[in-house]
């Protein structure tokens, strides 16, 4: 139980493109949604929390207009990259969590591998 | 300012020896913490939590010690095997926010 997908596993965009990806709790309802992101060789950092039906909230020094998340779903939440840069390549890691589970234990997807040319 | 910290980049461990990850943290207002085993280019796989009412959670041969006065957590791996060899990161949340997590620790396995 508790598994958590993403799609794209990977991609490779141009600059200037938007990416989006998807993050879907398999078999349970994700309530709460988080996004990290992991950079070569460094821990996953935060980027922000999505909560179905509500406006996500952003980490200091995310750029909420540039990481658009929507939580659509109990099982479906989005992160679109727009307006994409060399700098934004990166190891994109969603989680879930369920009151139906610990609430405070998160399950992660595999991760989308984002790289910008 | 890194408030959750793993200090030891790798550790080497012989088969069927005991593994002890530790990891230290500052804010105080912490009050869950997680163990994640990670493989590259994957997403952390959950191992084992504990929240800090507690000072000992116990699955398998993963044990987890929390010491809330020295804001020091440790994860003890008995026996260890092969298939243990992976990125261990240690993470820590205020209720159900979101983790903040350490820079993991590279644990091998000698046969």
């Known amino acids: 139980g508790a598994v958590v997908s993403q799609h794209p596993s990977w991609v490779i965009c141009k600059s200037g493109t938007s990416v989006k990806i998807e993050c879907r709790s398999l078999d349970f309802q994700a309530t709460t949604m988080f996004w990290y992101r992991q950079f070569p060789k460094q821990s996953l950092m935060l980027m922000a929390t999505?909560?179905?039906?509500?406006?996500?909230?952003?980490e200091q020094g995310v750029e909420k207009d540039k990481f658009l998340i929507n939580h659509a779903s109990l099982t479906l939440s989005t992160l679109t990259v727009t307006s994409a840069h060399p700098e934004d390549s990166s190891f994109y890691i969603c989680s879930a969590s369920s009151p139906g589970l610990a609430s405070y234990e998160q399950y992660f997807g595999p991760g989308t591998r984002l790289t910008v040319t | 300012d890194q408030q959750v910290k793993q200090n030891s980049p790798s550790l080497s461990v012989q088969e069927g020896r005991i593994s002890i990850l530790n990891c230290d943290y500052t804010n105080s207002m912490f009050d869950y913490f997680l163990w994640y085993k990670k493989y590259p280019a994957e997403g952390p796989t959950f191992l084992i939590s504990?929240?800090?009412?507690?000072d000992k959670n116990e699955d398998g041969r993963f044990t987890v010690f929390l010491n809330k006065s020295a804001k020091h957590l440790s994860l003890h791996i008995v026996p260890s095997q092969p298939g243990d060899s992976a990125v261990y990161f240690c993470a820590a949340s205020v209720g159900a926010d979101g983790l903040t997590f350490g820079k993991g620790t590279h644990l091998i396995i000698q046969p």
């Open positions: 999505s909560n179905e039906g509500s406006k996500a909230t952003y």
């Open positions: 504990i929240s800090s009412i507690k």
